[in-house]
């Protein structure tokens, strides 16, 4: 309950700043260099989390993981609603990012450590959950903005939520003994973290996270400045988007395991690259491709950590948590560069950055695929397929 509620918390949060972006920028006269830049810093509190976060829920255990997660969502949404200069905005979605890199560590932790069979599905499922909180908060925002509250009140209305996950685990047991996690290992670490496979995997995660990350981040406002549509119009697509992620992920748990995680993540990347080339270059009448390229995008994350942990090496938190790391990084240099392109060329060619990160996506997946028959030729089993 715990897991599902934080990664609840963790779709709402991360994405409040799609749709109150437009309000946030008009208000403090940044530009999007800018926006974005404060966006980036989200993104490099979540690469720092993940990362020693990974090595705390091997040693201390999930729930001060996501005890902390809690802390750090709290304080950092208190001072994000409350500061207006650019480094005080930064400083604070920083530390904002350390609470959902500390959920992204601590709830797919928490799968793989509770469910040995099925990861897949189970992680998907967990997935849902960020799913409908990504979903709702378009819809809620929204709301708030177009009855003239401002975009800090959205923030503020926001910390309740945050204040009921760090309660939650204060208080609650964990299910198993913490004994049951093994030992600390540098030397297994490296040598398990940084082969050629984890590279590509590495590689992936970062590129998927900066396509999702920068459509949910500029979706918004590229239909109001692009396309000319209203702040509720804008904002149902982007609800529509995390819909169709949540949709995706919910159908995706049911036969993850039959396709295999491989084949499934690439029959996806081709599909998400079909769907936004029509968004982006079709007709008016086909945008809505645009928010369906989340049904394809749904299952990559959490079939991707399902894959990695199905490597069955030591230290499996901390590398979940290098994993989680890069995609961090793909989340803060996706709405940058998306940020830092429009200023130069325009968003409308700068969003088209989304399908780059698609393109490169696939790359990833083939260069697995290859490793995976290699070995299923020698006679191996196929490792993460």
């Known amino acids: 309950m715990g897991g599902f509620y934080a990664f609840f918390i963790f779709g709402f ?23 974005g830049a404060v966006l980036f810093s989200a993104y490099i509190g979540f690469m720092v989390a993940t990362l020693l976060t990974g090595v705390l829920a091997d040693a201390a255990g999930i729930k001060i993981v996501l005890l902390l997660a809690g802390l750090c969502l709290t304080v950092g949404l208190t001072a994000f609603s409350l500061v207006s200069s650019f480094w005080l905005l930064a400083a604070a979605l920083f530390v904002v990012g350390l609470g959902l890199g500390s959920i992204e560590v601590g709830g797919n932790g928490l799968i793989v450590d509770l469910h040995q069979a099925n990861r897949g599905r189970y992680l998907n499922l967990l997935a849902v959950f960020h799913g409908v909180g990504a979903f709702i908060v378009p819809l809620y925002a929204a709301q708030l903005l177009s009855t003239d509250f401002s975009w800090r009140q959205v923030y503020q209305f926001s910390i309740f939520l945050t204040v009921v996950l760090a309660s939650f685990f204060a208080v609650v047991k964990y299910p198993r003994a913490a004994s049951s996690r093994e030992g600390m290992n540098l030397r297994t670490l490296f040598t398990a973290g940084f082969t050629r496979r984890m590279t590509w995997y590495y590689l992936f995660v970062a590129v998927y ?3 999702e990350i920068g459509v949910a981040s500029w979706i918004v406002q590229y239909l109001q400045q692009v396309k000319g549509y209203s702040i509720g119009v804008s904002s149902l697509y982007l609800s529509l988007f ?40 079709g007709p008016p009448t086909l945008i809505f491709f645009i928010p369906l390229t989340g049904l394809f995008f749904s299952i990559m994350f959490p079939t991707a950590t399902a894959s990695v942990s199905a490597l069955q090496v030591a230290n499996m938190g901390a590398i979940l948590g290098v994993l989680f790391t890069f995609g961090g990084l793909g989340g803060a240099l996706g ?11 325009g968003l409308e060619l700068a969003f088209a950055l989304t399908l780059l990160f698609c393109v490169l996506m696939l790359g990833a997946l083939l260069m697995l695929r290859q490793m995976a028959r290699a070995e299923s030729q020698v006679g191996a089993p196929p490792v993460g397929e």
């Not at 491989?262 to 690259?273: D, F, G, N, P």
């Not at 709405?335 to 060329?345: E, F, R, S």
Request: net charge negative.
């Open 13 to 35: 949060v991360d994405n409040l700043k799609g749709p109150t972006l437009p309000a946030l920028l008009r208000d403090l006269n940044f530009s999007y260099s800018e926006g």
């Open 209 to 211: 996270v900066a396509a």
């Open 242 to 281: 995390f819909a169709a992620i949540m949709v995706g992920r919910l159908a995706g748990s049911f036969f993850v395991e039959r396709i295999g995680y491989l084949t499934l993540m690439l029959t996806a990347t081709v599909a998400s690259i079909i769907s936004l080339s029509i968004g982006l270059f």
């Open 335 to 345: 709405p940058w560069l998306i940020g830092v392109a429009a200023d130069a060329v």
